[in-house]
């Protein structure tokens, strides 16, 4: 997933495998389709998922820049 988005940027589409997960801080609502941010790095943590590489686990979080 991450080699995708470094290639093709944040996309909203169907392919999206989150769009009918439960919310984990809202328990209750979907998640629905599209690209989330928030301002808030501990929201982020509750919602960003891990990868291993080399035998070590990181944490995915991505920090976005947007131009006026």
Do not use: E, P, W
């Not at 928030?38 to 920090?63: E, H, Q, V, W």
């Amino acid at each position: 997933m991450i080699d995708s988005i470094l290639q093709n940027g944040f996309k909203n589409g169907f392919n999206n495998i989150h769009a009918f997960c439960q919310d984990k801080c809202h328990s209750g609502n979907k998640i629905g389709n599209g690209v989330y941010v928030t301002l808030n790095i501990n929201t982020a943590k509750k919602y960003s998922g891990t990868i291993t590489m080399d035998g070590k686990r990181y944490r995915t979080l991505f920090l976005v820049k947007v131009k006026k």
